[in-house]
């Protein structure tokens, strides 16, 4: 069984011939598009949050996975638009989400 990291790792290495790189934003590790935008980072607690724009089936999709919240960065009930967090239960689709968030517009 693979850890969160491990699973983040391989999530960039499989987006990587999509111009994909693996970085960080806000010293957590982060994949970033071609022109350098985040569009998925690793939280702490091993979950991984995504930019899957709202009203779109994946968004939708991610949020029915058990677990799944929108992100809250502070923990102060202010969320993110558009950005959707997925626990390391559900990491067997972060590629697939990585995708949807990497095609969405910024």
Known sequence: MMS??????????????LGVRISTMMG??????????????????GAMVFRLV???????DA???D????????????VVKDWVVVPPSASERWTDLAEAALSRPR
């Open 4 to 17: 969160p990291d491990e699973h983040f790792q391989q999530v960039g290495a499989e987006l990587a011939d």
């Open 28 to 45: 957590r590790p982060a994949l970033k598009d071609q022109a350098g935008k985040v569009f998925a980072s690793l939280q702490r607690d």
């Open 54 to 60: 709202r009203d779109t089936p994946e968004y939708e």
């Open 63 to 65: 949020l029915e996975l």
């Open 67 to 78: 677990g799944a919240s929108l992100f809250d960065p502070m923990g102060q009930g202010k």
